[in-house]
């Protein structure tokens, strides 16, 4: 018995325009969020508002919240573009390079490029933690979990030093975390707030002091940090 060929399966018209509607409600939403991470990076968190953004996109109010439904999920949505960008920037060209002291110094060198760029604008991670210190919700908790896992990715990096031998065994990863994490907290005060020139030097010879407090004897001396390092691009390996 013949069988009749079925006709070719098209999407239904309703879907296909409610799958147009769908994409380009993401590259609308996208976009608000590169104009409210510029914002907020300026101004901060707490200075974002739906109707700063709807001018600024020349969108009604309206327009913008539906996008969001709430100024706290505006914001944490520019806590999480901000995370992304600081992985792509830092963390995964600093994968690229071998573990040990190599790797170590490889994110400790993209984060402070990455802080010293934002001195003409302001690190979210820097100012969000004034804003949000004394206050609980959703934002502060986007703002911790993005800072604890870049923290928990460095320490693990620490912690291969040790394990391959480039850092003695009885360092501690959270206090060798606190002192490096100190010394981009003193670059970005030094550099945006008092204007110091010599901010970045005095970071690297920071780093330098600890790693060389904190080497292992059996091994010689660590050389300085290089900053030509490939342009930026969490699992840890």
Known sequence: ??????????????????????????????????????????IGLEGLSIGALAEAMGMSKSGVF??????????????????????EEVFFPALAQPRGLPRLRAMFDLWMQRSSIEVDSGCIYISGAV???????????ALVQSVRTWHAAMRRAIA????????????????MLFEIHGLILALHYEARFLQVPAAMEHALTGLQNILARYGNPARPAAGAPSLSLPSPTLSQE
Request: glycine fraction near 6%.
């Open 160 to 175: 291969q030093c040790q394990e391959i031998g480039d850092l003695s065994a009885s360092v501690s990863p959270d206090q």
């Open 1 to 42: 018995m013949a069988t009749s060929s079925s006709p070719p399966t098209r999407a239904p018209r309703a879907a296909t325009s409610a799958g147009r509607a769908l994409h380009k409600g993401q590259q609308t939403k996208a976009a608000i969020v590169e104009v409210a991470l510029g914002l907020a990076t300026h």
């Open 66 to 87: 539906a996008h969001f439904g709430s100024r706290e999920e505006l914001q944490i949505s520019v806590i999480r573009e901000y995370h992304a960008r600081f992985e």
């Open 131 to 141: 804003e949000f210190d004394d206050r609980q919700g959703p934002v502060r908790e």
